[in-house]
């Protein structure tokens, strides 16, 4: 399409079209060929302003950068979130694969199923009875849900997922390929034999909007419910456990890991690796650096890092402090050789 149609697609109010050219698709700057679009965003890529063979990019709201992009003949959009206007732009050039409505003869649906208008089941899929699927409902090959699961509407759940019983996924949530949603938690009572197991008879709730990655977990519990609040993101190979509490609009990149009732606020951003252990709390807006082992509860707004994870400022000094370890220590001797001092092995 012109550069025009897509500015007005994008609704982009600051712009220099230039020539108007043809944009035929979207790439990364490194990368970018003619008749592409690509973007500028932070001080580590405006340099390749001045190289760039793309056709048009999107930039930030700076204007020397505006203006070399002028005096080389660019074309460019401007906004101040460039990152997020080249992601709408990319969603005009792709759409991610997308089953035809229709039910696969080779599908097995309990007669007692309930499914809504539009709703695309691919090949083998297994719906069992009770399972409640609302409109516009996208089920890719091999998917299992089991008895009375419920399903909003345009969810989408990818190739080989599964859905245990009584889990609840709200509208416009994404399943990707071999997550398991709702399968009993790590239940089991320490008895004189053994070990007890205790029946997992709660729920699994995920609220609108959130997306969960490939062959991550989210467990119910034995009693209450695991709720995942409206709009949060999970990656891949995350594991919530039963009855973790999980808010609005929050991230956990991969290999996260929540042991059982963790409870976290709204906005919360966890990095991969971030482990938690069972009952902590964690505030509204909080961060957890790659790799932070959360033992205790987080105040709101806190940024964290380490094992045990530590207030980031803090540990950011301790760690200057751990660089130098090997020169205070021979300064340490060099002191206790002048006083006298018998150094104990």
Known sequence: MKLSDLVQKLGVATFDLGCDPDISGVTEIETAQPQTLSYIEGSKFAAYVSTTVASALVLPLDAKLQAEASQRGLAWIADAQPRKVFAQAIALFYQPFRLP??????????????????????????????????????????????????????????????????????????????????????????????????????????????????????????????????????????HVAHGCQLGENCILAGQVGLAGAVEVGNRVIMAGQVGIVDHVKIGDSVIASAKAGIHNDVEAGAIVTGIPAIPHRLFVKATAVFNRLPEMYQTLRQVQKQLGIERKS
């Open 101 to 238: 409505p229709g039910i696969h003869p080779t599908s097995v649906i309990d007669p007692t199923a309930e499914l809504g208008e539009g709703v695309a089941i691919g090949a083998h899929v297994v719906i069992q009875a009770g399972v409640k699927i609302g409109n516009g409902v996208c089920i890719h090959p091999n998917v299992v849900i089991y008895p009375d699961v419920q399903i909003g509407d345009r969810t989408v759940l990818h190739a080989n997922c599964t859905i245990h019983e009584r889990a609840q996924i709200g509208a416009n949530c994404v399943i990707h390929s071999g997550a398991v949603i709702g399968a009993e938690g790590f239940g089991f009572v320490p008895v004189p034999e053994g070990w007890l197991k205790m029946e997992q008879s709660g729920y699994t709730v995920l609220e609108e909007g959130v997306e969960v990655g490939c062959n991550s977990t989210i467990d119910r519990p034995a009693l209450g419910t695991t709720r995942i609040g409206r709009n949060t993101k999970i990656d891949n190979l995350v």
